[in-house]
């Protein structure tokens, strides 16, 4: 897309060539990857990515990874596999305070939001989660988190889909609004993004159809009372200072040596590989012929975080 439209969009792996988007007025696009089954549990395909321009990584998507439980664990339609994370799971958040790149607990459950938490040395991102008071839906952040966060200099982004908004299939920009009031009630609006999920969801809310209608979010919150310095923190300042505290640790832990510890061959045995999300077949050698690195490279293109300049 960025090779495509060079005189709009503007490929970025950090904030300083974020800023340097602004300046030239373009859109900033990262890649992340939505989902850490896409890594089939290898520290190695990890750093490959890394290396590629990936900067985020979502913990899990809807399968508990062999090392991580998903977000469906707290609903009760799944049960836990690692009480959060497992042993594998916590070496892999060192790893990616390492590398540089950032922690998505979008799509995990509450454990392990507080075990990374409790042990990143890096702010985390939700990139596409509301507000769990608002909205009692388990994709949602309860305030206890919410307020975690902002101790540890973190965000979340806020999402628009529907389910995510009011806990049904109808929604309103005001509604939208509303879980933006709340996550700063409880916890400043230093710790809050525009999280959207255009690309991931069947309902938007009526006045926030596209990307087009974004500018009626801002209008709203800026009636509701909102300073242009905070608005200018949720559009974009605030997940720069995120990728700046993110490369700052990298930097910090710059003499530290990767950990290479394979996680035992018995845990990666599970469904949640990297042809979840793929259709079935009953030809295995349809899945099979085609290299591991493939998928990967393919899912890692299909979330990037755009930000545009204000």
């Not at 958040?93 to 409790?118: C, F, K, P, S, Y």
Request: hydrophobic residues 40%.
């Amino acid at each position: 897309m960025c090779q495509s439209y060079p005189e709009t969009f503007m490929f970025a792996t950090s904030s300083q060539e974020i800023t340097e988007a602004f300046r030239l007025n373009k859109t900033a696009c990262l890649i992340g990857v939505e989902g850490g089954h896409s890594i089939d549990s290898s520290l190695g395909t990890l750093r490959i990515m890394y290396q590629l321009g990936v900067r985020y990584l979502t913990l899990t998507h809807s399968c508990n990874t062999p090392w991580a439980d998903n977000w469906l664990v707290d609903t009760g339609s799944e049960p836990s596999e690692h009480n959060g994370l497992s042993p594998f799971g916590k070496q892999l958040i060192l790893e990616m305070n390492r590398l540089g790149m950032l922690i998505d607990l979008a799509h995990v459950t509450v454990a392990v939001m507080n075990q990374v938490l409790d042990m990143s040395k890096a702010p985390v991102i939700f990139s596409h989660s509301s507000a769990y008071s608002v909205c009692p839906n388990k994709r949602n952040v309860p305030d206890d988190v919410l307020r975690r966060v902002n101790e540890t200099g973190g965000i979340v982004m806020v999402n628009f889909y529907n389910d995510y908004v009011t806990c049904s299939k109808n929604a309103t920009l005001s509604d939208v609004a509303d879980h933006f009031d709340h996550i700063k009630k409880v916890a400043g609006a230093g710790i809050i993004g525009f999280g959207g999920d255009y690309d991931g969801v069947t309902r938007l809310p009526e006045g926030l159809e596209d990307v087009s209608k974004v500018p009626n979010l801002v209008a709203e919150l800026l009636r509701r009372g909102w300073t242009d310095e905070e608005v200018r923190a949720v559009l974009g300042n605030n997940l720069l200072r995120v990728l700046f505290e993110a490369d700052k640790v990298r930097a910090d832990l710059s003499n530290v040596k990767p950990d290479d510890i394979p996680i035992p061959y018995e845990e990666v045995e599970n469904s949640c590989r990297t042809s979840y999300g793929y259709p079935t077949t009953t030809d295995d050698s349809a899945i099979h012929s085609l290299s591991t690195l493939t998928l990967l490279l393919t899912l890692a293109l299909q979330t990037p975080i755009i930000l545009t300049a204000l």
